[in-house]
């Protein structure tokens, strides 16, 4: 997951919307949408996991798929396995320190978008 800094995010432009929370992702247009915004207003919001999910998994959804808002370091991981792969970090916060978020988990027994088959049923 690539991880940036607020005053890195832009808006944005060409080719990239911004889904509020409580749209249906299974109704999206997605022709020519190669980024989508998903919005957290608040950490214990935690629509825009299913919308991530739903847009990697249902909607077979290949472009970048960012978060926004209030992020917090300790849902990065989840965020990744959901389909997120950029995180726009709120003001102040350190990427390094979110970024050792990763490090500390190596492998997951259940599956997720990434690797959807759970740990137990993964070839040897």
Known sequence: MKILAANEHQLPGSGAIELPNDAD???L???GVTRIDLHFPKFTDGRAFSQARLLRLRRKFTGEIRATGDVLIDQLVQM??????????R???DASDAQRQFDRYHAFYQGDVNQPLPHFREAA
């Open 91 to 93: 003001e102040g916060v």
């Open 80 to 89: 990744a396995r959901c389909g997120f792969d950029v995180a726009v970090l």
């Open 25 to 27: 992702p299974l109704a």
């Open 29 to 31: 247009d997605l022709s």
